[in-house]
């Protein structure tokens, strides 16, 4: 093997044998040697982008399951699910993902009953677009023994028609008692699907993801690492149904390689907005993990030396986690807690971000989406909401991501989230940060956020060479290594 000098992109950037970066600038090309491989580009290079927040077998699955996305109607969704079943077996589940009733022009919730008929009498298990709700028929219900008997899980509801009969709509942890006992996709099935959206990712100049995935979509990926097919660098967050694994075994955050490691724990405390689950503090929404629990899974990972991910979407959920943190400041070297989402942080808490030491780590596409079910559902507290430019301002780090498959991967998108869209949208444009800072958050920031800022999130000698070239706005080429993982084909 032998250097490559990146020429043609400002700055020109040489990278060894090794994937590292030997000279950026000026010294690029005496530092690649006469010898060197010349890998013409054009554009600005910048550090490889970081995806901060994603969920890496939900893309999967989207490439072997129904999708639903784009829906304008109830009837368009049944039309789809009709479709994709008479193709199937008669005792085959009906999995698919991607319905957003409010979208629809009637935005109520849909029926088991709507589900039974398109389904064909199968079992059928639907996922909103958000991931925390879901539509199931019947069948499906039957065979997971849900009925007007069934209790509430915790943290979940089942919800009920006037008779007390369950309608078909589950949220947060009452999906579990039906995804619990539908059939996983065959190793070989899941391994092609997560290595096809591994490379889309590519195509959007993303170098590095934090997943937010299951043990299943974990051994995937280590078996796509042992066969060197892994085009991103993937740091795993474990559920905290798994945190007894860990701890028994000793993982710490930062094990593995520079390919494939693990951080943290997530864990959820709430629900979304869409859902209408979003713990808030007037006491709307569903609280998923109890404060007393909260406080132990903190105790427990930092006496493993794990960090913390904590999902809280509603400023009710923000504040306990914050309060769970505070007592936790600095508790080891590499302490790093991230609260996921923090769409709606009350006023008197921003600043305690900064000073208790917790990451935003944010997903500015989601304002966009969102914005007019944020104005229908949250109009007293949408001044403070998505408020990426008051936590900046107050000095809490921030890092960027997607939450996909919820919201596309595109950082580029979510750049322009963070940045223009506010302004142009008219929709609260105080609350933008500027083009640097939101660059920033998905690499320089991103790559603290889990322990890798001497290895990523800079163009600097000696770092891993990952970068992501744009000219006019468009990703033209994506590094990782030192290799062209995905370059744009000229017109």
Not at 139 to 166: E, F, N
Not at 410 to 429: C, K, S, V
Request: with cysteine.
């Amino acid at each position: 093997m032998k250097a490559v000098l990146f020429a043609g992109c400002e700055p020109e950037v040489a990278a060894g044998p090794d994937g590292r970066i030997l000279a950026v600038g000026a010294g690029a090309r005496a530092a690649a040697g006469r010898g060197a491989e010349v890998i013409r580009l054009a554009g600005r290079a910048l550090p490889g982008f970081i995806d901060s927040h994603i969920h890496l077998e939900g893309l999967a699955y989207g490439h072997l399951d129904l999708d639903l996305g784009g829906a304008a109607s109830l009837e368009e969704v049944l039309k789809r699910v009709e479709d994709w079943a008479a193709r199937l077996p008669p005792d085959a589940w009906v999995e698919g993902s991607g319905w957003y009733n409010d979208a629809w022009r009637d935005p109520k919730f849909p029926s088991k009953r709507h589900l039974d008929v398109a389904a064909g009498g199968r079992p059928a298990f639907l996922r909103r677009k958000d991931g925390h709700s879901a539509w199931a028929s019947s069948a499906a219900l039957q065979l997971a023994g849900i009925d007007s008997k069934t209790v509430d899980p915790a943290g979940g509801v089942i919800d009920r028609d006037g008779r007390g009969a369950p309608t078909g709509i589950l949220r947060e942890t009452a999906m579990q008692m039906v995804s619990g006992i539908i059939p996983s996709a065959s190793a070989a099935e899941l391994d092609q699907a997560m290595a096809t959206a591994l490379k889309g990712l590519s195509e959007f100049g993303i170098t590095s993801v934090h997943s937010m995935d299951s043990a299943e979509g974990f051994a995937s990926l280590q078996r796509l690492h042992a066969k060197d097919e892994l085009p991103v660098r993937v740091t795993y967050n474990i559920p905290l149904a798994d945190l007894h694994h860990a701890e028994r075994m000793g993982v710490r955050s930062g094990w593995g390689d520079e390919w494939l490691r693990i951080w943290g724990v997530k864990a959820f405390l709430d629900g979304s907005l869409g859902s209408r689950t979003a713990e808030m503090l007037d006491g709307s929404g569903t609280a998923r993990l109890p404060q007393a629990d909260l406080l132990d899974m903190i105790d427990r990972c930092v006496r493993a030396e794990l960090n913390v991910c904590l999902h809280a979407i509603g400023d009710g959920a923000v504040r306990r986690a914050l309060d769970a943190l505070a007592r936790r400041r600095d508790a080891w070297r590499y302490w790093r807690p991230r609260i996921e989402h923090a769409q709606c942080v009350n006023p008197t808490d921003v600043p305690r971000l900064a000073r208790i030491g917790v990451i935003a780590s944010m997903q500015p596409i989601h304002a966009v989406a969102d914005r007019e079910l944020a104005d229908q559902y949250w109009p007293r507290v949408t001044a403070h909401s998505y408020a990426w430019g008051a936590l900046d301002r107050a000095g809490a780090r921030l890092v960027f991501g997607s939450d996909a498959p919820v919201e596309t991967a595109d950082p580029m998108l979510g750049i322009d989230a963070a940045t223009a869209w506010r302004r142009r949208a008219a929709w609260h444009p105080e609350l933008a940060v500027t083009r640097a800072r939101a660059v920033r958050a998905y690499t320089a920031d991103a790559a603290f956020a889990v322990g890798m800022e001497r290895q990523l999130g800079s163009l600097r000698s000696g770092k891993l060479c990952d970068m992501t070239v744009v000219e006019e706005g468009r990703v033209t080429a994506t590094i990782v290594g030192g290799s062209v993982s995905w370059r744009r084909t000229p017109r």
